[in-house]
């Protein structure tokens, strides 16, 4: 089964691996240590995380390490660029109405020449 990015950040388990291995390769036992999940379902998410290519693992004598690859993500972070952009109009709109209502209170609210409202 071909497996996408998408699928593989979908799981909070390997999103927290992806998180451990960001900033040095551990090993396996390393990681699966981390769960209160069994080794087999840790190898599980890693077998998902490397069919995607957000993980590689190296053999280094008797053990194997685990080391991100967060290039892939690029893919999901150019996919989210559409919903950024939608989302900072709409918040730029409400920005700009919110800022023409208070004017307008503000507006109304003003002083009359004896100091009353």
């Given amino acids: 089964m071909r497996r996408d990015v998408f699928q593989a950040i979908a799981d909070p388990t390997r999103r927290k691996i992806l ?13 699966a240590g981390e769960f209160d999940v069994t080794r087999t379902a840790i190898y599980k998410h890693l077998k998902i995380l490397t069919e995607c290519g957000l993980v590689t693992i190296e053999q280094q004598g008797r053990e194997r390490f685990c080391q ?8 999901v972070s150019d996919w989210l660029q559409d919903y950024k952009r939608f989302w900072e109009a709409n918040l730029d709109s409400l920005e700009q109405y ?7 209170k503000t507006k109304t609210n003003k002083p009359t020449q004896h100091g009353k409202y």
């Fill in 19 to 31: 998180h451990l291995i960001s900033d040095t390769s551990l090993n396996v036992n390393a990681v």
């Fill in 98 to 104: 919110l800022e023409t209502v208070q004017g307008k």
């Fill in 68 to 75: 991100a690859r967060p290039r892939k993500l690029k893919e």
